[in-house]
């Protein structure tokens, strides 16, 4: 794993916990907070592409089941 996605996984990790609310639904504040206190101003566009992807996932997977 690259550095970079090493760095971003362990952003969302952090932010895992208080992001999903219920089935289909996200707590956007989530990304917010943990964005403000870890990820550089510089880096939020980085990280917030692959957080969007990751998200897309999960919502993917729910409208599977």
Do not use: C
């Amino acid at each position: 794993m690259s550095p970079g996605n090493r760095s971003f996984w362990g952003v969302f990790s952090r932010i895992m916990p208080g992001l999903i609310r219920g089935e289909g639904q996200f707590d956007y504040g989530a990304i917010e907070f943990i964005f403000n206190m870890f990820v550089p101003k510089p880096q939020r566009a980085f990280y917030m592409d692959k957080t969007i992807a990751v998200m897309m996932v999960i919502r993917e997977q729910w409208q599977k089941n």
